[in-house]
């Protein structure tokens, strides 16, 4: 048994834990709900902790028992859990919660608080998480299982172009905690950076920027980077992954600044906040339609009034793009929207078809098969998932065919001119402006330093929002 009465280290670990835990609640890691108003408090917490370190110093005691070569019960003893409450955690541990296997190297950690026991931890080794019982007086008031890939943190970073935009990523932006040691010591390591690295430029560039920002040709030495980034921390295992760009800012080195400034909108019909992004005046960073629904696609087969059909062998209307890509890539509803059919359609194959505002649809044909969780009536964001190259149907090779209708009258997308996204307006707008000082002075106090504004700083509205 390993005892230690008034562990400051100990105590340090369970205020902490309990700080981010509730932190983290207000976090969403689906892309839904806000997780970053939290900073209101920010300047808070430091002091906030240290008071509790004080006053549950003298209150707290915590025991630890490690499961070696017997079973859960010798761990309770260890860690001091006896009579009716050694036995109504078996029963939680095991029945209700289903921690039925232990390994050697579980760790159960008891909580006592003025001598009575007020919760329990149990670590198993092989999950990312722990199973939780939290004690009122003499009987549990609470079990649970709190899955560590619920935990979120936000972390600021700043970056300057000395070569590549890659190349500042990798050099500023990696979590110091990104492996348990700190350090790239070994191949799987190494992959991990290279993957949260990868995983932020295409966030960066080829999503929040690709509209304002010719990454080819507009770089330049001396360019800086302020991104505001939500990360999944593992704390058990002493590692770090990329979720999402909440917020980023892009100065050039000749003058000028690019912004990516976060909120959060409801879906018509939804009840579940989305991330969003816009410029500093409310407009949207995104134009309401990508080019191609496939990354690199090669137009195998253009839109046309007489194509020969390569399977049927005679002329008829070809009303869509044929993007050739390999079997399986990834297909990307081009647009937000209301997903309306999704079903096997004859010569189509598996087949997908998107409403979007402003009259517009769009199809996607030849599927090789859907994207995991949705359905018909499932409302789906720009660049999101929708299903996989193939060549279902009648086909000759893995291509997506892509089809645009706009007030039930099929449109060529290359020749279209797409319309730009709907910018924020009356009351979201005022709280869009009214959230962005208190979201750059969160940010700079991450950061440490002050942030790039520029000298434009609109004004919210006085109006409800009806048109003057």
């Known amino acids: 048994m390993l005892r230690s009465r008034r562990n400051f280290a100990a105590v340090g670990i369970i205020v902490v834990a309990g700080l981010v835990t509730g932190l983290s609640i207000q976090g969403n890691s689906g892309g839904g709900g806000a ?14 902790r240290e008071h509790a370190l004080h006053v549950m110093a003298d209150t707290i005691d915590t025991c630890v028992g490690v499961i070696g070569e017997g079973f859960l019960g010798g761990a309770l003893r260890d860690a ?15 029945d209700s919660l289903g921690w039925n296997v232990q390994q050697a190297g579980d760790t159960i950690i008891a909580v006592y608080h003025r001598g009575r026991l007020a919760e329990l931890r149990a670590y198993p080794r092989n999950r990312r998480g722990f199973f939780r019982v ?10 649970e299982y709190s899955p560590q890939e619920s935990w979120i943190r936000t972390r600021a970073v700043t970056c300057r172009v ?4 890659w190349g500042a990523l990798w050099d500023s932006a990696l979590p110091p905690d990104l492996t348990p040691t700190g350090m790239l010591l070994s191949p799987r390591d190494s992959s991990r950076a290279v993957g949260y690295i990868s995983e932020l430029q295409h966030e960066l560039t080829d999503r929040l920027f690709c509209y304002d920002i010719d990454f080819y040709y507009d770089v330049r030495v001396g360019d800086s980077l302020w991104i505001l980034i939500e990360e999944t921390r593992y704390p058990e295992d002493g590692e770090s992954g990329f979720l999402r760009i909440l917020g980023a800012k892009y100065s050039f080195a000749g003058g000028g600044l690019a912004e990516a400034l976060p909120f959060y909108l409801y879906p018509e019909g939804s009840t579940e906040a989305y991330l969003d992004h816009f410029h ?3 407009a949207s960073l995104r134009t309401m339609f990508l080019r191609m629904p496939v990354p690199y696609g090669r137009v195998s087969s253009p839109f046309s009034s007489a194509r020969l059909h390569p399977v049927l062998g005679y002329t008829r209307a070809h009303r869509g793009t044929d993007y050739a890509a390999p079997l399986g890539t990834e297909i990307y509803a081009v647009g937000d929207g209301v997903i309306t059919v999704r079903q096997w359609q004859g010569g189509y194959g598996n087949f997908v078809r998107i409403r979007h505002a402003n009259g517009y649809e769009t199809a996607y044909g030849h599927l090789n098969g859907f994207a995991q969780g949705q359905a018909v009536g499932t409302h789906v964001r720009q660049g999101e998932i929708i ?8 086909s000759t090779g893995p291509h997506v065919h892509f089809e645009m209708v706009k007030n039930g009258t099929h449109v060529n997308p290359a020749d279209e001119i797409v319309p730009p996204s709907d910018p924020l307006e009356g009351e979201e707008l005022q ?5 962005l000082p208190v979201l750059e002075s969160s940010w700079a106090i991450l950061s440490g330093a002050p942030l790039p504004v520029p000298s434009f700083e609109p004004e919210a509205s006085p109006s409800t929002g009806e048109d003057t």
């Open 35 to 48: 997780s970053w108003p939290y900073h209101d408090d920010l300047a808070r917490i430091g002091n906030t």
């Open 80 to 94: 001091g859990v006896t009579g009716n409450a050694f036995a109504r955690a078996c029963e939680l541990l095991v």
């Open 134 to 143: 939290c004690w009122t007086g003499d009987s549990p008031s609470l079990w």
């Open 162 to 165: 000395t070569s590549t935009v």
């Open 280 to 282: 500093r005046d409310g």
């Open 387 to 394: 299903g996989y190259v193939g060549s279902t149907g009648l």
């Open 431 to 435: 709280a869009f402006v009214r959230q």
